[in-house]
């Protein structure tokens, strides 16, 4: 049999899949040895699993190139399982890395969800390959409540399609939530992007496959490959662009859902040497009034506990709904103010910290007075430190 319009075009687009997510790996990799930023390691993750399982159904792919259509519909593929299956590995998955993404932790309830429906999954698969001859099931009568409940599965097309209905409620709303607490506005469009990635990758997909079987019977054979096996592909690949955009496009500061304020450099007597305001434009003055009176009552505080209590390395001080992180080296106190604590953030300003000593942190040099201008040179550190355009 001839290869027909449905083969080469699947060819295309499994290899283009594979180019798309393959430079997304690449380049999600990159970011992560240079950031290691744990969520970029979890998506990097996600894509290396995703492309083992890409190549392996355009291997089966093209040796069935010759009948493809007769391939997808043949009855006992295991594609017909497997591509589900995935799907609903990878909602989960994205769901976690959300959770992630938000609070530096996976909520246990969502992962507790997520084990149930690999393990009703499995279940509606053992229904399938339920054979007495090969598998003795003596103590399952055709009645049991097992055999009906698994039954049930099977005959809804449990748990996938729930399941993702699940995650893009989930993934969406707390994506909206996220975007609420965001005042950058390119910060708010890669949020955006992310939503639009769930969008694509699931609420299209899943309209257009279970379109496909429910309509199966109106439809021509070609049609039927198309929107159930051919089509998921085709949503990957513009979802996986725009993840490219939102995460490997992205400065680096916006790779991780926090809200930064500002940044306070003091000497060891208490002089504010540094201001900065993340909400201000570049072009601003980012240092007022307010600035001089919060570096003084911090540092009075920080003063007050380490002579009282002989507290040393003292790392962050809350106040109600603000948090205060604090890095000390040999010259300098560094406040950073924060709504969220994250181990990307405690790790940026450490390295700010250590880059503004070694830049300016001269044993000879003691500050009385503060030229204006003086440390501005420090805005293109914190640049490298907290990746912010």
Do not use: C
């Not at 994205?94 to 996976?106: A, G, P, S």
């Amino acid at each position: 049999m001839a290869p027909t319009i449905i083969s080469y075009f699947g060819f295309g687009v499994f290899l283009l899949e594979l180019i798309v997510s393959g430079l997304v790996f690449y380049k999600l990799s990159r970011r992560w040895r240079a950031t290691r930023i744990t969520v970029v390691s979890l998506l990097a993750s996600f894509y290396l699993l995703f492309i083992i399982f890409i190549i392996i159904e355009f291997w089966f792919f093209l040796l069935n190139f010759n009948n493809t259509v007769g391939f997808y519909l043949q009855e006992g593929n295991v594609f017909v399982w497997l591509l589900p299956f995935f799907g609903g590995i990878s909602a989960g998955f994205f769901m976690l890395f959300i959770d992630y993404f938000e609070n530096e932790r996976i909520s246990p309830l969502h992962g507790f969800i997520y084990g149930i429906f690999l393990g009703a999954f499995l279940l509606n698969v053992m229904y399938q390959i339920m054979d007495p001859g090969v598998f003795p099931l003596r103590i399952l009568e055709a009645n049991t409540l097992i055999l009906i409940i698994i039954n049930y599965l099977f005959s809804t097309n449990f748990p996938v399609s729930y399941f993702v209905i699940y995650v893009i409620v989930v993934t969406l709303r707390s994506l909206r939530r996220i975007k609420r607490n965001i005042d950058d506005k390119a910060q708010k469009t890669q949020v955006m992007l992310m939503q639009w990635t769930i969008v694509l990758y699931y609420f299209v997909t899943l309209v257009v496959v279970a379109s496909a079987y429910q309509l199966a019977h109106l439809m021509d054979p070609v049609t039927v490959v198309f929107l159930k096996h051919i089509a998921p592909h085709i949503n990957v690949i513009f979802g996986s662009l725009l993840i490219y955009q939102a995460y490997v496009k992205a400065p680096v500061g916006f790779l991780q859902f926090q809200r930064i304020e500002k940044l306070l450099v003091i000497n060891r007597s208490g002089l504010l040497l540094f201001s900065y305001d993340f909400a201000l434009p570049k072009d601003q003055d980012h240092t007022s009034e307010q600035d001089l009176l919060l570096s003084g009552g911090v540092y009075a505080i920080l003063s007050l506990f380490t002579e009282m209590v002989h507290a040393k390395n003292i790392r962050m001080i809350h106040f109600l709904d603000k948090k205060i992180m604090l890095s000390q080296n040999e010259n300098f106190i560094l406040f950073l103010m924060v709504d969220r604590i994250s181990s990307f953030l405690w790790s940026a300003l450490d390295s700010f910290g250590n880059m503004f000593n070694l830049k300016y942190g001269l044993d000879d040099q003691e500050y009385a007075v503060i030229t204006k201008n003086v440390f501005t040179d420090a805005e293109h550190l914190l640049k490298i430190a907290f990746g912010r355009q």
